[in-house]
DNA sequence: CTGTTAGCGCCTTCAA
DNA sequence: TTGAAGGCGCTAACAG
């Protein structure tokens, strides 16, 4: 009663041969119907369960997914990752996690493990800088899809939000408030694209609206609250205080609220901030902060929708889709001065 | 430079046969120093990597695993993922990740599908009233774990906090603050053991108390923030309105603190709060909100380390291991009246 | 419509 | 120490 019940137990019970079962199990054309009922039945009875690892062998195709994301309990990538998990499981994909810690050997490892584990695709949010490891998954002609941190390459499809365009309407924000010294927090380095998209943005905001640049308005932290009140004492000990703080991570923006307001200082009207994600938090509190939403849910969706298409087309061409999705404005309390 | 290398593949450039390849591969004591360095080179050289789907279907393990949640962008599951993933990953298995969102049919079609991708156990947090998907299972010999929502059954091991001592003592907590008359907020119905459980703890702590029990202090509604408000509505239209509330979701003490605050009672003099989960959010407030943790990390690994366990141990004995995690009481601001 | 055969990639006796 | 052969469970020609 617990041992594997295989399409040769169903055979040899109904005197037929295996192909005959298999056949009748897929609705195979070429079958009488009532053999087919039969061996429907009989697998019924015998509490018969596919076994998917010997198709996937036999058929090169695993119908698992990879996905790799730095870590796996945040709001934005738990939600990409629900994106992504309801979207392919319509379609009888089973998603297989992975966490980098935001470590490119890490990552790496990942990469290859799942490639060992034939993978039919691996979407990946990535942390690395160089694009080696990202080759290998080509070689092996099994796409990959970026999602959120890309990294620009050929024939390689990525479903992003424009974070361009998420930094300069936060910033312009900014300055339609009246704003004129406009701080920026970065989190990670520049080799993240999205955060040089974002710094992009800022700048490109400042240099529309003829405000000045300056050096000393931008810091690079982690994206933790600590980090925020630690950038705001470093921004306020400068001679000229900055009056408003783009920060490119919500946590960051709360832990700079907290030390404005720790200074005495009012938000919105001395110092307006807004942060970046939408993290559910920024809108729970008191003083609620704006920000940028990422529709990370969408974007997850999005992602499994482009390799799905990618695979229903003809495999001639190798079609490579970058989707940017438009970011959205989100005004709150603690950056709107009421115009 | 793109297709599939193979044993085979590496045996034929050395001349050699597949069999001895697989040794050289797998530190066969069987084999000359010298062949299985040439093997590991070629391999290395050919850009061989081991098939696990081979692996797999040869040795009836998959190393994978698979884990249900009703649904993985909140807090508490993904960081329960967070820790079973770390755990895991470190000893070879990878993680497949199903949501129910709290479907009972969507559940057993998860169960149903990783018992075809051969998953070796399945780690779940279920959202069933029945059992009869578990028994599945069970007779397929393979190992079923619970986490956090479990279900009372032979066999099967388990991974819970005691929710009844955080019922018990977040109500003791509020009864040493001097509230008298405490209200329940329960979320999910008492099908689900955990919500059960904190229902129990609280009843008791008031009994061991003194106090009395009143139908009409406990509300059962969904989880979310504007299910609180509603909530407090009608416990404040009460004539004997209560001074505390023991919120069994922190989502839904945030709604009840934003109504009673809307209502202007004070928080925690008027009405002490507390909530159930520790997300994150609830120390982000201005007025942060007293809560229980329930470590969903260390819930993840260890998870995962009763499984491990399990499977090292001889197979004669099935082990069932039921673990208890202790909750904890963390006081803040919406519940701390100075004693 | 059904049976036979072969093979997906790997490991593991059993011989040599 | 290595080779040969069989099989994990299934599907896909190719026959009949």
């Known amino acids: 009663m617990s041992k594997k019940v295989t399409i040769y137990d169903i055979a040899k019970k109904l005197n037929v041969t295996a192909a005959t079962v298999s056949r009748a199990l897929n609705d195979n054309p070429k079958i009488s119907d009532s053999t087919k009922k039969l061996v429907l039945e009989t697998a019924e009875k015998m509490n018969y369960r596919q076994n998917r690892l010997a198709i996937a062998l036999k058929s090169g195709r695993s119908n698992n997914i990879g996905v790799i994301v730095p870590r796996i309990n945040t709001n934005f990538f738990g939600s990409v990752i629900r994106g992504i998990e309801e979207e392919l499981n319509a379609s009888g994909y089973q998603v297989i996690i992975c966490q980098t ?8 490892e990942n990469v290859e493990t799942l490639l060992n584990s034939q993978v039919d695709a691996i979407f990946m949010s990535t942390s690395s800088r160089n694009t080696i490891t ?30 361009f365009a998420g930094g300069y309407i936060a910033t312009k924000h900014l300055i339609d408030q009246g704003c004129k010294k406009i701080a920026h927090i970065s989190t990670g380095d520049l080799n993240i694209e999205i955060f040089r998209e974002r710094f992009a943005g800022y700048k490109q905001a400042l240099y529309d609206n003829d405000l000045p640049f300056s050096e000393d308005y931008v810091l690079f932290t982690k994206s933790n609250i600590e980090d925020g009140r630690e950038a705001v004492k470093k921004l306020f000990s400068l001679k000229n205080k900055p009056d408003a703080i783009f920060s490119a991570s919500d946590f960051v923006a709360l832990g700079a609220i907290q030390e404005l307001q720790a200074m005495k200082l009012k938000v ?27 529709f990370p849910l969408e974007m997850g969706r999005m992602t499994a ?18 989707v940017v999705l438009e970011p959205k404005l989100i005004i709150r309390k603690s950056s709107n001065r009421g115009k």
């Open 268 to 294: 919105p009207q001395d110092v307006a901030v807004i942060g970046f994600s939408n993290e559910p938090f920024t809108n729970f509190l008191e003083l609620s902060i704006s920000t940028i939403d990422q």
């Open 134 to 163: 990202f080759e290998k998954i080509l070689k092996k002609k099994i796409p990959l899809i970026f999602f959120d941190r890309k990294k620009t390459m050929d024939n390689v499809s990525s479903v992003t939000i424009d974070d």
């Open 101 to 108: 810690h935001n470590d490119e050997e890490k990552e790496a």
């Open 305 to 322: 929708k482009v390799f799905l298409e990618q695979i229903d087309s003809s495999e001639v061409e190798k079609i490579q889709k970058k």
